[in-house]
């Protein structure tokens, strides 16, 4: 079965980094692409950034474009959020998504909050 397991979340303080993973199985993970989003208390859950099967198409949110990157590793079946520049309305969980875009599965969610 599909699974999406999540890790690499953290307190940090503003303008600090993280670097998040996403290790999946139960699919052909290097032929499809994968997805980062993110929800915050009391708000829907928002597209973070995409990513294509082959790590050569990246899209990404109007509010983390120039601070995060997303990237993918196929042979260790992992994807990864770089995320630098942190500020507080960063603060979410954030859930890995795919196969697909978007996709029907998610993983469990990291917590990232950014407070000084």
């Known amino acids: 079965q599909v699974q999406l397991v999540e890790s690499g979340g953290g307190l940090v303080q503003p303008g600090g980094s993280l670097r998040l993973s996403c290790a999946a199985s139960?699919?052909?993970?290097?032929?499809?692409?994968m997805n980062w989003y993110r929800q915050a208390p009391e708000k829907g859950r928002e597209l973070v950034a995409t990513i294509s099967s082959t790590g050569g198409s990246t899209n990404y949110a109007d509010s983390v474009k120039g601070r995060f990157t997303i990237s993918r590793d196929n042979a260790k079946n992992t994807v990864y959020l770089q995320m630098n520049n942190l500020k507080p309305e960063d603060t979410a969980v954030y859930f890995c998504?795919?196969?697909?875009?978007?996709?029907?599965?998610w993983g469990q969610g990291t917590q990232v909050t950014v407070s000084s």
């Open positions: 998504n795919g196969p697909g875009r978007p996709g029907a599965y």
């Open positions: 139960g699919f052909t993970f290097r032929a499809n692409p």
